[in-house]
């Protein structure tokens, strides 16, 4: 079966600090990948999302970027994170039209505070 | 594009008490319709979806919600509610043959009261 995993859990990082989320997902392969942000009432945004190695699609404009350097393995960095940052980020996998399926299955997410 | 609305921000109701959450989509082409559930600082789980076929779709927690083409609705059902229901609801929705990506409206906490 798959699973996804996320970490850290939590993480508390000072305004104009580096960041780094990782995010790995085990029994299967060639997922679409996802990164979400689900700020307090403002339900979920999609941030990046990815189909392959390497092709990464930005949805908001912001100082965040992603990469995927392994087939189930999606990074999201920032360089100097803003207050803003602040949130609950997802990963999220799907098989997506090839694999017959357009559902998520979402990681366990990491809490992050930016202080 | 394809939106999804989720008319009610929150929802209190008594244990053991029905339950409606409702969820409105639009479109322009058929679409897949989903419902998530998601419990206090965790990650969203699948509680059902419709791609095609039947309707009326069921999860195994007893929850239900029926694709209504007409009215563009998928509004998630419960006949009795337990307090471990509690925890937010989302509606996504994807089109078919579309981009891969999942529109979610902005969730709905559903709260059980003893």
């Known amino acids: 079966s798959q699973t996804i995993h996320q970490w850290p859990a939590t993480l508390v990082q000072p305004v104009g600090s580096p960041l780094s989320l990782e995010c790995t997902v085990e029994g299967t392969s060639n997922p679409n990948l996802y990164w979400y942000r689900q700020a307090a009432g403002r339900g979920l945004q999609l941030l990046f999302y990815s189909v392959g190695i390497g092709q990464i699609s930005s949805e908001v404009p912001q100082n965040l970027s992603a990469s995927r350097p392994q087939d189930r393995q999606f990074i999201l960095s920032s360089k100097k994170l803003l207050l803003s940052d602040s949130g609950f980020y997802l990963c999220?996998?799907?098989?997506?039209?090839?694999?017959?399926?357009?559902?998520?299955?979402f990681g366990p997410g990491t809490r992050l505070t930016v202080t | 594009a394809q939106s999804v609305t989720q008319l009610d921000s929150q929802v209190p109701v008594f244990e053991e008490a029905p339950v409606e959450l409702r969820c409105n989509y639009s479109s322009s082409v058929s679409v897949y319709l989903f419902w998530y559930v998601q419990y206090p600082n965790q990650g969203l789980q699948l509680l059902l979806k419709y791609l095609s076929g039947s309707t009326l779709v069921e999860s195994i927690n007893g929850f239900e919600a029926e694709f209504n083409k007409s009215q563009t609705s998928f509004h998630l059902r419960k006949p009795s509610v337990h307090i471990s229901d509690t925890a937010e609801y989302f509606c996504?929705?994807?089109?078919?043959?579309?981009?891969?990506?999942?529109?979610f409206g902005k969730g709905t906490k559903l709260t059980v009261n003893p």
């Open positions: 999220a996998w799907a098989l997506g039209q090839a694999g017959g399926g357009y559902e998520q299955y």
């Open positions: 996504a929705v994807s089109e078919k043959g579309g981009s891969e990506k999942l529109v």
